[in-house]
């Protein structure tokens, strides 16, 4: 008689699931209702998710409430950029929002935040512009470990507890690395597009004095603008239940989008500046007209 994977003892085969990543762990499930079950225990998915995402650790208690393999299924692939044009109905706002922020370099843990914000529906909140910071640079993180700034990744997981919701607003990757004009340090910049506007993380680093200074998140519409704080949170409410894509060329696809982004904020900012010049100049004109008309009119008399 044959053998199958069904008669392999339950306990071996546990042990085999929880040494898989996220994608095998799902596949495996598919493949017969014995992996189904063993693959649903939420140990395993909480594992997987605390071993991805260091920072979950210190938010156990805000995310008890949430499975361990809808966190992972929200928070592992990136969110579609054009979630927010799929709604027909509006949705309603997240009031508290906790970020999880992860900071690696070549796999290994550097730094681990949580920032919790509570205050999402306050008047003051929703009409300011949106921005969380995970570092403040009056109070830098050290980085005991060796890094290369360009080799850094990132992972922005945002969470609404009371919906058991959550979506990941970072490219995993570098979209863009610089130069800070006035201080020197490295900003590493990850990005994903959402709803025609970009989510934009910037990390200040300086491999010289070891540490991060600046992990913040904004948000800024197609004509560079910064994003209110309602307007932000109606991306973020449309992309936690939006469709997911995943897989390596993603990462490539979100990379181009953002470059997209910022040519065409670009065009628009040169555009909206010819327009600018070219009523000046009529004003300009019609100044000249007028100031030649009335001395005409003067020398006549």
């Known amino acids: 008689m044959a053998t199958t994977i069904e008669d392999v003892h339950a306990d071996v085969l546990a042990c085999a699931l929880r040494r898989l990543d996220g994608r095998s762990l799902a596949a495996a499930s598919c493949a017969t209702a014995g992996l189904r079950a063993l693959a649903a225990d939420p140990d395993t998915w909480r594992a997987l998710c605390l071993a991805q995402w260091p920072s ?13 393999h809808r966190l992972f299924a929200d928070a592992s692939p990136f969110p579609s950029s054009d979630a927010a044009f799929q709604l027909t109905t509006p949705l309603p706002l997240p009031e508290h929002l906790l970020s999880a922020v992860d900071v690696s370099h070549r796999g290994a843990p550097l730094l681990s935040r949580v920032v919790s914000t509570p205050g999402c529906s306050t008047p003051w ?3 300011a512009p949106f921005r969380l910071d995970a570092v403040d640079c009056k109070k830098p993180a ?25 979506v990941n607003v970072s490219s995993g990757r570098a979209v863009a690395v610089g130069r800070h004009w006035y201080t020197g340090e490295t900003l590493v910049r990850f ?29 800024e519409d197609a004509e560079g603008s910064a994003l209110s704080g309602e307007g932000a949170l109606r991306l973020l409410a449309a992309a936690m239940v939006g469709v997911r894509r995943g ?17 065409s904020k670009k065009g628009r900012k040169e555009s909206r500046a ?4 070219i009523i000046d100049l009529c004003c300009s004109a019609a100044s000249a007209v007028v100031v030649l008309a009335f001395i005409a009119s003067v020398v006549l008399r």
């Not at 979950?56 to 008890?64: G, Q, T, W």
């Not at 050290?142 to 959550?166: H, K, M, N």
């Open 56 to 68: 979950l650790a210190l938010a156990a208690h805000h995310l008890s409430a949430i499975p361990p």
């Open 125 to 127: 909140f929703r009409g």
């Open 142 to 166: 050290p980085i005991t470990a060796p890094f290369s700034p360009a080799e850094l990744e990132l992972s922005w997981l945002v969470v609404d507890p009371a919906r058991g919701r959550a």
């Open 191 to 219: 990005a994903v597009v959402l709803g025609g506007c970009c989510f934009e993380t910037t990390v200040a680093c300086s491999e010289e004095a070891a540490h991060v200074s600046e992990v913040s998140l904004a948000v």
């Open 247 to 263: 897989g390596e060329r993603e990462r490539e696809e979100v990379r181009a989008r953002y470059h997209a982004f910022v040519r």
């Open 274 to 277: 010819r327009r600018e010049a």
